[in-house]
């Protein structure tokens, strides 16, 4: 006889005609137990474990079936992750009905790993390097990593600060005093790679001439020194970057380099071999990707000084404020476009990628392509395991970003450089489906997880509604230092919001409610969110 208003465990069989419930549990059987957990235990023949009553206990929790099968294999997941990290990540699969499987459960661990991700694709790069394995994985992860923009330079300047370093320069050659000029032509040099000269007679030399060239352009106003040569290559460099790339517009490349080297130059050949090197990293049918342009344009600023007596004039014309690309810089594109460039080649999209047959081809390799390699091939443990932890960090970024109700949510996670800041950068997007399944970009919330020099732990969420903005900055420095701080830039974000149709309700900086969550990392922080489960009326 069953009690109304108790709770009974049933072992389920299947019949021909349906199923048969069997009472297995009632208040008499469980007496002689501690809790309903050892009793089905006993009933099960299971040793009593920490592992096996953790699994069992967050099971009844989840009102999930149970099998002798599905404990053995929840405890043996719990024993190699440790308790702590693996309930969290189980009880994250229980509440958004994910399938229970090993590889989903070891994305969901990986992705609690306070090992920033830059850090571990740091880490597999050397192991890969030491043992001599996977080159050309090493070589895709160093196209995320690198901080050179171009392989064969030790320096890294942002597009931005290489056009202001080489403007200053320059004006230091013309109107500095003569220590000024000296330090200015050495570090053009530097910058450059120019020949050092044998002596301050070849210095000062080089100044003369420099100083003769900016002179003259002084003197005759009315005929301004024109660079048909520069212009060609500026043009080149700023098509190569802003539209997709096509043998035409690698081409117009290496004909602008032939156009701007004198004819006698002794280093033309090697010039122009290192030209067509530098195209053929290029992906038809998609604009350069950020390193890549930076690459040309450092090319381009040795190609522009390769006519020492013109060397600044020429440099100056091609970084001129008329050149469409470093207009983009300056309005912030290349931001975005390096944030692009970052998860195509982390390959976050490789598996839409694949559904769409797309071609995958060998110019087109991607982080996650090259780790699925390592996988299936024979390597040393360590790079497998390493290997292993990164593909369920990158698994982690789609199982996290899925639907709940009507809000469709999309979670990124990407190693990044952008000035002075390297590290990562997560992304959180939420927000209203629409008829095509997109998120509504007039009703939605933005979440940015970024660990900042100063600040560290920095949460920036960003609530939109009707186009209009909300921005929260969490933080533990307290608000008060830096409200004032930010006052200066206020009215800067307002006018680039405006410029894309967005209006900016204000800014606020709180610190953390929870201090403990926001040491977190990120992807951890967004697993112990609460699920979506009801309909919220905001009022």
Request: with cysteine.
């Amino acid at each position: 006889p069953l009690q109304e208003g108790e709770k009974y465990f049933f072992q389920v069989a299947s019949l021909k005609n349906g199923m048969q419930l069997k009472v297995i549990s009632s208040k008499l059987q469980q007496q002689r137990f501690q809790n309903q957990e050892d009793f089905l235990l006993d009933k099960l023949q299971l040793p009593k474990s920490n592992e096996n009553k953790a699994y069992l206990s967050l099971a009844i929790e989840a009102g999930k079936p149970i099998s002798k099968e599905n404990i053995q294999m929840g405890a043996s997941w719990l024993v190699k992750s440790g308790l702590e990290n693996g309930l969290k990540a189980l009880r994250f699969m229980f509440t958004h009905q994910l399938p229970v499987t090993e590889n989903v459960f070891q994305s969901l661990i990986s992705a609690r790993s306070p090992q920033p991700l830059t850090e571990a694709l740091a880490f597999l790069q050397q192991l890969l390097q030491q043992n001599g394995h996977a080159p050309k994985t090493a070589a895709t992860i160093s196209r995320l990593l690198d901080k050179s923009l171009d392989p064969t330079q030790e320096s890294f300047l942002s597009s931005k600060a290489l056009n202001e370093k080489v403007i200053q320069l320059t004006q230091s050659l013309a109107t500095g005093n003569s220590v000024e000029k000296g330090a200015a032509i050495r570090e053009l040099q530097n910058l450059l790679q120019l020949p050092a000269p044998s002596s301050a007679a070849s210095i000062e030399a080089q100044l003369a001439a420099t100083l003769k060239n900016l002179a003259a352009s002084r003197n005759a106003p009315e005929k301004p020194v024109t660079q048909p040569a520069i212009d060609m290559l500026k043009k080149a460099i700023v098509e190569l970057a802003v539209r997709p790339v096509t043998p035409e517009t690698i081409s117009a490349f290496q004909k602008a380099v032939l156009s701007a080297l004198p004819l006698d130059h002794p280093d033309r050949p090697a010039i122009m071999q290192q030209a067509v090197q530098l195209t053929e990293t290029l992906v038809k049918g998609v604009p350069a990707e950020t390193r890549q342009t930076a690459a040309f344009l450092l090319f381009a600023l040795r190609v522009a000084a390769a006519v020492p007596g013109q060397a600044a004039a020429r440099v100056q014309h091609l970084l001129g404020k008329e050149a469409e690309f470093f207009e983009e810089a300056a309005s912030g594109k290349i931001a975005a476009a390096a944030m692009r460039d970052a998860f195509r080649v982390l390959g976050i999209d490789h598996e839409a990628a694949i559904l769409t047959q797309k071609q995958l081809d060998a110019t087109q390799q991607n982080v996650k392509q090259e780790l699925l390699k390592l996988m299936a091939d024979s390597l040393p443990l360590p790079i497998k395991e390493t290997a292993g932890q990164l593909l369920g960090r990158l698994n982690a970024q789609h199982i996290l970003s899925a639907e709940a109700g009507p809000l469709l949510q999309l979670v990124m996670q990407v190693p990044l450089q952008l000035a002075e800041f390297k590290g990562d950068i997560t992304i959180k997007w939420q927000g209203k489906k629409q008829a095509n399944n997109k998120i509504d970009a007039d009703f939605c919330r933005v979440l940015f997880y970024v660990d900042m020099q100063q600040l560290k732990n920095t949460v920036i969420d960003m609530q939109i509604q009707n186009r209009i903005i909300n921005v929260s900055i969490i933080t533990r420095v307290e608000p008060s230092v830096l409200k004032p701080l930010s006052e200066s830039v206020m009215e800067k974000l307002k006018h680039s919001l405006e410029q894309h149709g967005y209006a900016l309700s204000g800014v606020q900086f709180k610190k953390p409610s929870d201090q403990e969550k926001i040491n977190l990392p990120p992807l951890a922080q967004i697993m112990d969110e609460e699920a979506y489960l009801e309909v919220d009326i905001r009022i």
